[in-house]
């Protein structure tokens, strides 16, 4: 059975950082790229970020370059987002995901999500 399990949400104000982790069973992690995607009130889900199973720049959405980094950790099955300098507009859900192919296809194309852990950017 396929779970994709995510941590690390919390409050924060604005500036303050969050570690989010996902740890995957239930399918080899490392044919897979994974990724990020939130889904706030009223907006539409965006797809935050990608890293391939092979040796690839990450991919990331334009609203959280520079801000934002993905990595991977196979041996441990755990996909990690760490969330620097954070501000009100990231307040969401965010939610673990793979793509069907070792390779990152854009940040569109995530299957299977997990339930989500909440982030709240809040003054």
């Known amino acids: 059975q396929v779970k994709l399990v995510e941590s690390g949400g919390g409050s924060v104000q604005p500036g303050g950082s969050l570690r989010l982790s996902c740890v995957v069973s239930?399918?080899?992690?490392?044919?897979?790229?994974m990724g990020w995607v939130r889904q706030a009130p009223g907006k539409e889900r965006e797809g935050v970020s990608c890293i391939s199973s092979r040796q690839a720049a990450p991919y990331y959405a334009d609203s959280v370059q520079g801000r934002f980094t993905i990595s991977r950790d196979t041996a441990e099955n755990t996909v990690y987002l760490q969330m620097n300098s954070l501000q009100p507009d990231d307040t969401a859900v965010y939610h673990c995901?793979?793509?069907?192919?070792?390779?990152?296809?854009?940040?569109?194309?995530?299957?299977?999500w997990g339930q989500g852990t909440q982030v709240i950017v809040s003054s």
């Open positions: 239930g399918f080899s992690m490392d044919l897979y790229a």
């Open positions: 995901a793979f793509q069907g192919s070792p390779y990152c296809r854009g940040l569109n194309n995530f299957g299977t």
